[in-house]
């Protein structure tokens, strides 16, 4: 049974970074792709970086140049620098994870968790 916890959010001043972590468990063969959304209250999930491992990673414009995606071993990172207020939101992994070599990746989602910019 594949499982992601969520790790690293909280709170943080304007123009401070934060480093989230999404650890996977269990048995699985790979992760075959990775992203981060957020979420705030009364709005759609926002998809905010995405990549392949060891492929190339993709940002929209509100986080591109302060938001990195990254992935060691079975642990996926967003380092997030120069926070500002409108970064508020809860943090999403979204990881596909292959359980067999050759088989199809499935779609797996973290728990979510605060991050909260403000002074």
């Known amino acids: 049974q594949v499982q992601l916890a969520e790790s690293g959010g909280g709170l943080v001043q304007p123009g401070g970074s934060l480093r989230l972590s999404c650890t996977v468990s269990?048995?699985?063969?790979?992760?075959?792709?990775m992203a981060w959304y957020r979420q705030t209250p009364g709005m759609q999930r926002e998809w905010i970086a995405s990549?392949?491992?060891?492929?190339a990673t993709n940002y929209p414009p509100s986080a591109e140049g302060r938001f990195t995606i990254s992935r060691v071993a079975n642990t996926v990172y967003l380092q997030m620098n120069r926070l500002k207020p409108e970064d508020t939101a809860i943090y999403f992994c979204?990881?596909?994870?292959?359980?067999?070599?050759?088989?199809?990746?499935?779609?797996?989602w973290g728990q979510g968790i605060q991050v909260t910019v403000s002074s």
């Open positions: 979204n990881l596909g994870i292959r359980s067999v070599a050759g088989r199809p990746w499935k779609e797996y």
């Open positions: 269990g048995s699985f063969y790979n992760i075959a792709t």
């Open positions: 990549g392949v491992s060891g492929g």
